[in-house]
């Protein structure tokens, strides 16, 4: 008698068990044609850990300007394009290197003879890291007789001013404002340390102050902001 009486129970049992399975089934095929993951599963978005593109084109494992013609030279310890250089302007330019120390992006921009009679007169001039601060080293006689320095003297913010006071290191900790940074570089001028903006550094100010505006007391908002004005 129990047996009967708990039949119908189990038959009920097993319909909802099947339907549940069932819709279950059913929801996973409809997700896998939509090419959709189960809520929870969707792996967060990639971020990049590359540093910020510079101007000029893609830099290779030295920093060094493929498209612009530039490619690493193992005995100079710097970036450069090796047909501008004779033997006695590469061996100039390798005790420049020397003297100021090989590092990322280091770049051989041009090696010239000076006026000063007698062997081994040259100016070298460099551009250093992807901030491209330029500094100058000049050999007389074989000899190096000065390197000023002329980069960005501040390593955060967009209060920029160029000069010899660069600093040695700058942490690595992102400041707002940073992104706009690439847009600019320090360059000697008729002896002069100069600061150069490309184009694109106004209008990402402009709009980097707007989302200051835009969004005062939220720094999340504020950054996806900023970041949008370097594209």
């Known amino acids: 008698m129990n047996n009967n009486q708990n039949q119908p129970r189990t038959i009920a049992s097993l319909l909802i068990l099947t339907l549940v399975i069932s819709g279950g089934v ?6 896998s044609q939509r090419g959709l993951r189960p809520t929870g599963l969707n792996p967060p978005p990639k971020v990049s850990d590359q540093p910020l593109e510079t101007i000029g084109g893609q830099r290779d494992e030295h920093g060094c300007l493929g498209p612009a013609g530039y490619s690493w030279d193992q005995e100079v310890g710097a970036c450069l394009r090796a047909w501008e250089l004779d033997t006695d302007a590469k061996e100039a330019a390798r005790m420049a290197v020397s003297h100021l120390g090989s590092s990322y992006a280091l770049t051989i921009i041009e090696v010239s003879a000076t006026e000063t009679p ?7 001039t460099m ?6 601060d330029q500094v100058e080293v000049k050999l007389d006689n074989w000899q190096v007789v000065a390197s000023p320095q002329c980069g960005l003297e501040s390593c955060h913010g967009l209060d920029l001013t160029c000069g010899s006071n660069v600093p040695q290191v700058c942490d690595l900790m992102y400041q707002l404002g940073d992104r706009c940074r690439q847009f600019a570089h320090c360059q000697i ?12 550094f106004a209008q990402c100010k402009a709009c980097f102050e707007q989302c200051e505006k835009d969004f005062p007391q939220d720094q999340i908002q504020l950054t996806q902001c900023e970041s949008s004005c370097a594209e």
Do not use: I, M
């Open 189 to 200: 001028l008729n002896s002069r340390c100069e600061l150069v903006l490309d184009p694109k």
């Open 118 to 124: 007698g062997p081994g007169c040259y100016l070298v």
């Open 26 to 31: 059913g929801l996973w095929f409809y997700r």
């Open 127 to 132: 551009e250093k890291g992807v901030a491209r």
